[in-house]
C-alpha cells in the first residue's frame, strides 16, 4: 500500500522544494535591502528542512481549523495542544509566511495589453 507522504512527495520533489527555498531567501534578501531598517527578527536563511516543515504545519492548519495562527503556539488549557510548536517556533513560521516565494523575485510582472 502506498503512504499519503509518497503521493506528496510526487509533486513536492527536493528539486521544486529547492526552488522554493532559494526563491525564499532571495526575496527577504530583497525585500530587507529594500527596507534598509534596523531593528526588528533577523532574517535567518531557510534551508530545504525549514521549507519542508513549514509546508507540512500549513498543511496541518488546514485539517485542524483555528480561529488565528497564533491559537497553534497556545499551551493555555483552552486550546488543544498542538504537535506543530515542536517543529517550528510561531516566530519563525510567521516569518516564513512573510516572505514565501515559490516564484522568482527577479521575474518582471507581465501585464497583458488592454483591449
Known amino acids: 500500500m502506498i503512504e499519503p507522504i509518497e503521493i506528496l512527495r510526487l509533486f513536492l520533489t527536493d528539486s521544486l522544494l529547492k526552488t522554493i527555498t532559494d526563491n525564499?531567501?532571495?526575496?527577504?534578501?530583497?525585500?530587507?535591502?529594500?527596507?534598509?531598517?534596523?531593528?526588528?527578527r533577523q532574517w535567518?536563511?531557510?534551508v530545504l528542512e525549514d521549507i519542508s516543515r513549514w509546508l507540512g504545519i500549513v498543511l496541518?492548519?488546514?485539517?485542524?481549523?483555528?480561529?488565528?495562527?497564533?491559537?497553534?503556539?497556545?499551551?493555555?488549557?483552552?486550546?488543544?495542544?498542538?504537535?506543530?510548536a515542536q517543529f517550528m517556533s510561531q516566530t519563525r513560521f510567521e516569518q516564513i509566511k512573510r516572505y514565501?516565494?515559490?516564484?522568482?523575485?527577479k521575474l518582471e510582472l507581465v501585464t497583458p495589453t488592454g483591449r
Open 44 to 46: 535567518e536563511e531557510v
Open 24 to 40: 525564499t531567501n532571495e526575496y527577504a534578501t530583497q525585500k530587507l535591502a529594500e527596507e534598509k531598517r534596523s531593528g526588528g
Open 100 to 105: 514565501f516565494h515559490v516564484s522568482s523575485p
Open 60 to 84: 496541518y492548519m488546514g485539517v485542524h481549523s483555528s480561529p488565528s495562527v497564533a491559537d497553534y503556539w497556545k499551551h493555555d488549557g483552552l486550546n488543544p495542544a498542538h504537535p506543530i
